[in-house]
């Protein structure tokens, strides 16, 4: 029984030191603590886009800042196989953007986003992907830069119908209602015929719906 879960992760990584995901935990873990420097010794000198995609991390909780050329340097390693550990920086950083804490070139980020899902990836992996290209194609764009990546998103899992819900949100929010109605009548069947209970989000959007003007 481990008193804390840092602690049980400092256990972990003193008897497995290669391991790159235990890495990657025990970097992330030293600088979400403020610990940036050691963070980043941890990460230096290792040939690995997970490796890198996780200092940009860092430098983003450090700076609040990514630099164009660290973006576009990282962009162009990401080639082959994505692996779990650069799934981890990748959505921490768009996640560090998309609340306003660390500024980066949204363009810039989607072209790794772009080169990752080129990769070799897993299809709840890929799927996340193209909802964080849709949050950034909508902010650069709108919705309608963002719908494909929506779609594709839809297209990787057709049982989860979170992106059309949010489709369907951001069509509203343009005053779209019959193009709305339309996305949501497809998430509709799908959130009915999952286990998964989705009746906050139906409920919220007939709500709507029910009071929407086109």
Request: hydrophobic content about 40%; overall charge negative.
């Amino acid at each position: 029984i481990w008193g804390s879960t840092s602690l049980l992760l400092n256990h972990m990584y003193s008897v497995h030191p290669e391991s790159k995901r235990l890495l990657i935990i025990h970097a992330n873990s030293l600088a979400d603590s403020g610990a940036y420097q050691q963070a980043l010794a941890i990460l230096e000198n290792r040939d690995d886009p997970g490796f890198y995609i996780n200092r940009l991390y860092i430098y983003c909780l450090r700076d609040g800042r990514i630099d164009d050329s660290e973006l576009l340097s990282v962009t162009g390693v990401a080639d082959g196989k994505i692996t779990s550990h650069a799934m981890t920086g990748l959505i921490r950083i768009a996640n560090l953007g998309l609340d306003g804490e660390c500024e980066f070139s949204c363009s810039l980020y989607l072209g790794l986003l772009e080169r990752a899902i080129d990769a070799q990836i897993r299809p709840s992996q890929l799927e996340k992907l193209h909802l964080y290209r849709a949050h950034y194609l909508h902010r650069l764009g709108g919705t309608n830069a963002a719908l494909p990546a929506l779609e594709s998103a839809f297209s990787v899992r057709e049982d989860n119908p979170l992106p059309l819900f949010l489709a369907t949100e951001w069509l509203l929010d343009d005053g779209r209602v019959r193009q709305a109605g339309e996305v949501y009548a497809r998430a509709k069947v799908a959130a009915d015929a999952s286990r998964q209970d989705y009746s906050g989000f139906t409920n919220a959007i007939e709500a709507r719906l029910a009071t929407a003007v086109d």
